[in-house]
């Protein structure tokens, strides 16, 4: 069954763009605040009145000495991994004493329930643990990583992907996932541009609420869902120069235009969590900063549920030079809205001797430790402290076959077709001689890529060679040579090029599997090279020189610069980290079985030097079209031309796809009105295929200058061969919405070009123009 995204643009979407102005900004003398969006405060199902639930926890905090309250704000991991710089002896002595209130990294049925036992039968009160974990593309069955699932531009697949990742943790004793990440990224060389849906604000809000969906379920008290977390709290994608961790340093302005949008769509989606971000915002660390987590979280957005930190940063502000020690530290967090410390500690050792000594009022702890507790009671673990950590669940969910079945569906629509020349795929019967090159060609280790959580890496994933094999008919020979490296200093050697390039002379088409170690992306992995690392360039260039025609298969969690490779390779096919069923996946597109049909959620640069790059860029008063080709005096490189590799939203298909001209139901729309833009979509190819139909939109004219384009829309349709389909899209003035110059948030007056396109770029297809009156 094809996965139809949403197509109607409705208000809500576009007052996820946030926005009051704070009470220090200054409203510009030309403009005025009307028009405004006003901001819809969530009320999540699992916020509905509980007086039960109300007068249960009243009673129990009133119970509760300060020493427990603070334990309730304590996460500590377990020592079963290690996802952070540091590690705490004694979390199980911690649980006996009631000094802890949850936990991560601990997983299985068999665990949990000893954990949980030691905290509801050894400590004084009894109090249920909450066991966490990084569930982010899975978690015994791998999906692709979040950036490869995001270019699906499939939402009911990654609700469904999200949904199978609750059902496996859950059945394994977890009641809450540290997913979804919705930063925004444009940067490639940062290495977690790989756990979020790219660099696109209406795309990623989307695919925000379509995880919250998937992970929450309808019911928190169901035990095959798990707690949702949007994450990192605020802007950690703007890290300067793509370096993790690094300073931020961005306008209010495009912090509530950009950054801001996928978490307020999280919060309407009733996201039940929040992580702060390790980076500061206006000069203030996230997890310090009073502004991000009450100012707006709590009072403009009206979230109700609780924020814990990332790992050690509350800590971490005194490097910072935020705080002088991290006694202070522990109390400007609390303070600024902080009610989860997540491994640092802090809490545990500081905070009461805090509240004693009169830095925090008692009142702070208390409405921490209700919401913290609130959740405890939603997912129903007061009732059944271990209803979660059933052995028999856990026996009949893990791996379970729909759910690999679900991850190869998956894995295959989120793989891109960046070049197909003279229809080198798919493979034709012709190819009775398949060689299979490269680092990852038969890496099981390498296919389910980072954070992918209790996934097992040795036995379970399906390899490129594995699925190529397997898929291959009688009489086809699929044969195997690593070739080259992916090592960085592997990078002038030579080792067993001899090999590949015989194997390659025999062959009748080689599929070169190349990209980065699983582990060059994610978090702490970022680089200042994009191009292909180790020695896999070198073989690449010798591959092509033997004659054979060579299918270059990426596998890599960021946009990598493959300049040279569209420029002499027939055929492109990007993988991503596709999972554990990955092999097959692959197999599926090469042969054809499946008709290529995903589509970029990030722009891929021609060099590094032109990162940070996204589509939704702004003019600059001398843009390069004014100037005759060649001038100087506009804004443009000296040796690269300034349009990118590939353009966020492109993606080949085995068949083609033809556009009409845009029709409009009105040329203007008034303040309450709506226009609807329509096009028809034909298959003008010999086969079936899905197409991602894209509505963008460029304001012409603002208070304050405006993007040269906008996604606001996109429908994912599948056409048989010569058949056609009318697509339409409607919108009204919220939709257009935006921090205006007096830092109001609201639409304008004007004039916009709208296009319906299968791509960015303003060439992609012609636009037509319509106005929004007064």
């Given at each position: 069954m094809i996965k139809t995204a949403r197509i109607l643009l409705a208000g809500a979407a576009a007052m996820a763009l946030a926005g009051c102005a704070t009470a220090q900004a200054q409203p510009a003398a030309t403009t005025t605040?009307?028009?405004?969006?006003?901001?819809?405060?969530?009320?999540?199902?699992w916020a509905r009145l509980d007086p039960e639930m109300d007068a249960f926890l009243d009673e129990l905090i009133a119970k509760m000495t300060l020493q427990e309250k603070v334990g309730q704000l304590t996460l500590l991991t377990s020592d079963w991994e290690s996802t952070g710089p540091t590690m705490r002896e004694g979390y199980k002595q911690d649980i006996a004493a009631g000094r802890v209130g949850a936990i991560f990294n601990a997983y299985t049925a068999k665990y949990t329930r000893e954990l949980q036992q030691m905290a509801v039968e050894g400590t004084r009160l009894g109090i249920p643990l909450l066991f966490g974990y990084d569930v982010i593309h899975g978690h015994r069955t791998i999906f692709p990583i979040s950036l490869g699932e995001a270019a699906s531009w499939d939402l009911e697949a990654i609700e469904k992907s999200a949904r199978v990742s609750a059902q496996e943790a859950s059945a394994e004793g977890i009641h809450w996932t540290f997913s979804p990440m919705v930063d925004i990224a444009r940067d490639a060389r940062w290495g977690r541009i790989s756990e979020g849906a790219g660099e696109d604000v209406f795309l990623g809000s989307e695919i925000a609420r379509a995880r919250v969906r998937g992970y929450q379920g309808e019911d928190l008290g169901a035990t095959d869902t798990v707690l949702a977390t949007a994450k990192h709290f605020a802007a950690y994608g703007a890290a300067q120069a793509g370096r993790d961790y690094h300073t931020v340093d961005i306008s209010e302005r495009t912090l509530r235009d950009i950054y801001l949008p996928p978490f307020k769509a999280a919060v309407d989606e009733g996201v039940a969590t929040f992580m702060t971000s390790f980076n500061e915002y206006d000069g203030i660390p996230a997890s310090g900063s009073k502004f991000l987590l009450t100012d707006v979280l709590r009072h403009e957005w009206g979230f109700d549920g609780f924020v814990v930190t990332d790992y050690t940063s509350i800590n971490e502000m005194v490097p910072h030079g935020y705080s002088k020690d991290l006694v202070q530290a522990g109390e400007q967090a609390i303070d600024a809205g902080v009610d989860m410390d997540m491994q640092g500690a802090v809490y545990m050792e500081n905070l009461a001797k805090s509240v004693e000594e009169g830095r925090v009022d008692i009142?702070?702890?208390?409405?921490?430790?209700?919401?913290?507790?609130?959740?405890?009671y939603r997912l129903g673990l007061f009732e059944d402290p271990y209803r979660y950590s059933d052995q028999a669940r856990q026996d009949a969910t893990l791996y379970r076959p729909d759910f690999l079945e679900a991850a190869r569906d998956v894995a295959r629509k989120s793989m891109v077709l960046l070049k197909n020349e003279g229809d080198a795929l798919p493979l034709t019967a012709q190819a009775q001689s398949i060689a299979v090159i490269g680092p990852l060609g038969n890496s099981k280790t390498d296919m389910i890529g980072s954070w992918s959580a209790a996934g097992d890496r040795q036995t379970r994933p399906v390899t490129i060679l594995e699925g190529l094999q397997a898929r291959a008919g009688e009489g086809v020979t699929v044969e195997y040579a690593k070739g080259a490296?992916?090592?960085?200093?592997?990078?002038?050697?030579?080792d067993g090029f001899a090999e590949a390039i015989a194997l390659a002379e025999k062959a009748d088409v080689v599929i070169a599997a190349m990209g980065?170690?699983?582990d060059m992306t994610g978090e702490a992995a970022s680089r200042t090279s994009l191009d292909l690392p180790g020695n896999q360039q070198a073989l690449l260039e010798k591959l092509v020189a033997t004659g054979k025609p060579v299918i270059l298969v990426v596998l890599s969690g960021r946009p990598n610069t493959i300049t040279w490779a569209n420029e002499n390779v027939p055929a492109i096919l990007h993988a991503w980290y596709p999972g554990t069923q990955g092999g097959h996946a692959v197999a599926d597109v090469l042969f054809g079985d499946y008709n290529p049909s995903g589509k970029l959620p990030v722009t891929f640069p021609r060099?590094?030097?032109q990162s940070p790059i996204h589509y939704d860029m702004k003019n600059t008063g001398r843009p390069i079209e004014l100037g005759a080709p060649g001038a100087k005096y506009v804004s443009r490189y000296l040796n690269t031309p300034n349009d990118p590799l590939y353009r966020f939203g492109y993606g080949l298909s085995y068949t083609t796809f033809g556009y009409s001209p845009v029709t409009l139901s009105a040329s203007s729309m008034g303040p309450e009105g709506s226009i609807t833009a329509s096009a028809t979509i034909t298959n003008t190819g010999d086969r079936a295929g899905e197409e991602v139909v894209q509505l963008y939109v460029r304001d012409l004219v603002g208070s304050v200058t405006r993007p040269v384009q906008e996604l606001k829309g996109f429908e994912k349709i599948m056409l048989q061969s010569g058949e056609a389909r009318a697509v339409s899209f409607t919108l009204r003035p919220e939709d257009l919405a935006f921090t205006r110059a007096d830092m109001s948030h609201g639409w304008e007056p004007g004039e916009f070009q709208l296009w319906i396109a299968p791509?960015?770029?303003?060439?992609?297809?012609?636009?037509?123009?319509?106005?929004?009156?007064?």
């Open positions: 605040s009307t028009n405004a969006v006003p901001i819809r405060q969530a009320e999540p199902e009142e702070r702890i208390d409405e921490a430790v209700r919401r913290i507790l609130e959740m405890k490296s992916y090592a960085f200093e592997d990078e002038g050697e030579t980065e170690r699983w060099v590094v030097g791509s960015s770029g303003a060439k992609a297809s012609t636009p037509v123009t319509f106005t929004i009156t007064e």
